[in-house]
């Protein structure tokens, strides 16, 4: 395993937002960056868990956006792929998966849209950001601190999450990759997905997501929010470009096209529309002297 650059923010003042996976969906990001600004969030603030290209119909106006707004990036596979103009987005998909097959459509498209200048910036992305915020420290990767593509959602085996926890050596870890939000406390510590906002969460809606991190009396609180944007529009741009119906049918339906990268357990959440969510993870109390 090669170390991932590490970008350090500090300590963070005030609520910090967290998206990932514009996947070259611009109508979603600009719907992103309307509602940070609605939330008055500045973009040091901000933090994009990486796949700024993928599947979506606009790859070169989607990586403009986000490099005009300054918010932090994490390196996801796909900077990594497109920065190094390597063959395939490295996402992970077994050989021959309906996945496998769209991706190469999606990633031939978007790599003859991309600039030496998007690539050279994709190049010097972080592979992890850390920083903290109340009394949590926080480390931010695309996948894992395994890998890059790993795919970890909700109902992967927690020790694979522990693994990351215990080798970033923080409270919490915020990964992206594998698209579905969620929030999952391990003895104490935190697993946080912020979702995508380029794909919907495979719940049969279009809505997409992003999590907001608020210091709070005793805590932080943890929000899982949903976002409404013109996916019509989106799913309308993939049509024109001939990219690949299974994916521009989902931004209208909610439902993926193939749930090859999920495990079992996560499988059955399929078409079951996600609530938006907010609780209190409170500060770590200290052992008690003896
Ligand atoms: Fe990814």
Known sequence: MVEA???DLGKLDGPVLVFGGPYSN??????MIAKAGHLGIPPERIICTGDIVAYAGDPAA???AIMDWGVVTVMGNCEESFGAEADDCGCGFDEGT??????????AYANAQLTPAHRAWMRQLPGRVEFQLGRRRFAVVHGSAVSINEFVFEKTDDDIKRESLD??????VIGGHSGVPFTQILEGRLWLNAGVIGM???????????ALLT???????LSLCSLDYDHVSAARTMRARKLPEGYAGCLESGLWPNMDVMPPGEREKAGKPIQTSSFLWPDAVPAAAD
């Open 167 to 172: 080798r970033l050596g923080v409270d919490a």
């Open 26 to 31: 611009l109508q979603a990001t600009e719907a």
């Open 5 to 7: 650059s590490t970008l």
């Open 200 to 210: 919907p969460a495979n719940d049969m809606t279009p809505r997409v997501w992003y």
């Open 98 to 107: 309906e996945c496998d097959v769209m991706s190469r459509q999606w990633y």
């Open 62 to 64: 989607t990586t403009d």
């Open 215 to 221: 210091p709070a009396d005793g805590g932080l609180e």
